[in-house]
Each structure stands twice: as structure tokens, then as C-alpha cells.
């Protein structure tokens, strides 16, 4: 059976010496090839093997996961993967893999269950929770927002991000920006942000809630600020190539 399996998988070999009892690791690593091969069929009775002899290994039932999802067996993957979150509660990628298995499978509601869960273990993956809920939802930043369902400041942060880079706002992450979990600096950011995406109204309530001039929730606060119009001139002049400006050509004059 060793001989089999070293035989069908040249890129096994070079452990042999290391693994010449015909131990999981061979079968893992068999497992492996195939998958690179796509021999799904025989990446699925290799890593098994391996499994039968070390059952606890969350990383080979994580690639079980991923062959029988490449098979469209998703009832088979999604046991695999169970397993390995299992034995694995607090790692994000079998969450994560057993989530694009559902949402392949067309099992969207439950499948942003797990991506959410992954990306709370995980919070350098709300970008890509971000793209993957807007390719679902594309013009709908409150639907983005609901499946995402950011719950720390963290997240929030991440999610008013993106949602500003891509012309997006919605009422609950327009009240995170002028709420108290933001620091003057990071606010400051967002300020600019929203200034370079041209929401010029809710830069100024933002930028109210870090300095305490006017009445944040008020749209007549905008007519006149000093404080924000000048923070609003000093940022265009850097884009200017000269300190001097000819007024005839201002947008306002007569």
C-alpha cells in the first residue's frame, strides 16, 4: 500500500525517508499533490487515509472540505468542515472555506453566518467580507452593511472605509462616524476622505463632532464655518502649483 501510494505520488518522494512507515504525513502529502493535480477523486481517499490515522488533524479535514467541494459533494464538505472548526473553534479559515462552500452551493444567508464569524476571528478579512457582500448586494450599502453586521469599532471602522471609498453611506455608519468611538485623529481621516469623495456635508458633521462647533445633526451648521471652510481651503491649496490664484477665475466671482 506504501509503495501504491509513493508510486502515484512523484512528489511524495522526497519525504519517504522521513516518512517510510506509511504514516499520515506520506497520505497528507499525497493528498496534496492531488489536489494540485486535480485529482480530486484520489485527494479525497488519501486524505482520508491520513485522517484514519490522525483523526485530530483540523488542517487535512479543512482540504477534505475543499475536494469534496470541488466534487459537488457539498453535503460531504460541509461535514468536513464542521469537523474542522471543531477541532479548531477559533480559527478563521475553516469558517471562512465551509462559508464559499455555502454561498457556491447557493445557501447565501447561511453562508454570511460563517463569513462573519471568520472575519470576527479574522479582521483583516472585512475588505474581502466587504467585496464578496457587495457582489451580492451591489447597489444596496445597507443591505452590505446588514450582512456584514460589523460589531466592534474595529470593524465599523473598516466598513465606513469601504463603504467611502465607493460612494457609499448608510445611517448607521454615518452615526458611527459622529458618535464618541472614534479618536480626534482618526476622525480626522475620515474627514479627509469623505472631503476627496465629495461629501462635503458629512465631512462637516464629522469634523463637528471632534471640535465641538455646531450643531452636528443641523444642515444649516454647513452654510458658514469658518473653522472647516479654512481646513477645506488649506487642503485644496496643497493641489495648487502656485501660492497665488487669479479670483477672476473663481467659480464665484461676478
Known sequence: E???VLFRCPAARLA?????????????????AD??????????????????????DYFSWMRLGFVYTKLKDYDAAAAAYQKSISLAPFYSQPQQYLGLMLLEKGDRDQAFAYLREAARRRTELYPWLLHLAREQFPDDP??????????TVAARTVTAQYLIRHSMMTPATAAFLTGGDLTDSEKDSFVRSLLDGGDVVLAHRVWATKTGHGDPA?????????????????????????SHTDISRMPFSA
Open 218 to 242: 443641523s444642515a444649516d451648521s454647513i452654510v458658514y464655518d469658518g473653522g472647516f471652510e479654512n481646513l477645506e481651503i488649506d487642503r485644496k491649496s496643497t493641489r495648487l502649483n502656485s
Open 16 to 32: 519517504a525517508a522521513a516518512c517510510d512507515d506509511g504514516g499520515p504525513r506520506l497520505y497528507k502529502l499525497a493528498g496534496i
Open 35 to 56: 489536489i494540485q493535480d486535480e485529482r480530486f477523486d484520489a485527494a479525497a481517499a488519501d486524505l482520508k487515509t491520513a485522517l484514519a490515522r490522525q483523526p485530530k
Open 2 to 4: 506504501f509503495r501504491r
Open 142 to 151: 445597507q443591505a452590505i452593511e446588514r450582512t456584514v453586521a460589523p460589531d
